[in-house]
């Protein structure tokens, strides 16, 4: 059965001040969206607003995930029910490698799954590591690394395309995961995220830039103004955001509230 993140007329205020003025998306397992618009639109107040962020507070709406409203779930919650998040700025966790920080991820979802059991092994999980490694054409010396440490802006980025494939969500959403990198880091983290496409995961992009659709083909894009989705479509509609700024999207709805 496929999966579907629905928001539905979602409003979200931090401190009182309204962001989100009623957001409507369905993104469902096996699709790419891309979520574009200028700064200051309510981009990353969406994304950070469907994992559960404690500063965002939803004012009206819904978000189904596999057909629950999850609005009074926790952060964990949500993330062990299958949704993920790609930080813009991904922290540096000094002391802890990226294969402890990884597999201590698949026993507390596997520990909510099912109290008794006893985690993945550590065979098991080297094994399980590698195969994803060789998916995204990775170092395996990459692992023993501490999370995000020294981390070029590129290597972060890759990192959470490491922890996508591990753990298998429904729902990637990626927060401008494309901000600061060269044209080579960009082209590692789109091929990641290309190779783990399919079926079983669906992918919603936040993206100020149409680049990051040159290497990752999206099935649909949606244009947010002011807090809303004001305009969706196909790749066409990014090429068409890129060649003519969002001038003619506010004049189409200054008519339109006109009219």
Do not use: C
């Not at 409507?24 to 200028?38: C, F, N, R, S, T």
């Amino acid at each position: 059965m496929t999966e579907a993140l629905e928001i539905r007329n979602l409003h979200v205020a931090i401190e009182d001040n309204e962001i989100l003025k009623g957001v409507d998306l369905v993104v469902k397992q096996g699709e790419i969206h891309a979520l574009m618009g200028p700064n200051g639109t309510g981009k990353s107040t969406l994304a950070k607003a469907l994992l559960g962020h404690p500063d965002y507070e939803i004012t009206a709406g819904e978000i189904l995930f596999k057909g629950e409203n999850i609005i009074e779930m926790d952060v964990d919650e949500r993330a062990r029910l299958g949704m993920f998040l790609a930080f813009q700025y991904p922290v540096a966790i000094p002391g802890v490698s990226v294969a402890n920080f990884l597999r201590t991820a698949i026993n507390a979802h596997r520990k909510a799954a099912d109290p008794e059991d006893k985690g993945i092994s550590i065979p098991d999980f080297r094994t399980l590591l590698k195969a994803k490694m060789d998916l995204l054409e990775m170092d395996h010396q990459f692992a023993g690394r501490y999370l995000n440490e020294g981390f070029s802006g590129g290597e972060k980025k890759r990192a959470e395309i490491l922890q996508l494939a591990t753990l298998e969500p429904a729902i990637a959403i990626l927060d401008e995961t494309d901000s600061g990198l060269d044209i080579d880091a960009l082209r590692i983290v789109a091929d990641g995220v290309n190779s783990l496409a399919g079926p079983d995961l669906g992918v919603l992009i936040i993206t100020h830039y149409q680049r990051i659709l040159n290497y990752i083909k999206p099935d649909f894009v949606h244009i947010m103004l002011d807090g809303r989705v004001a305009e969706s479509g196909g790749p066409d509609l990014a090429e068409h955001l890129e060649e003519h700024g969002y001038n003619w999207l506010r004049e189409k709805q200054s008519k339109a509230t006109a009219g």
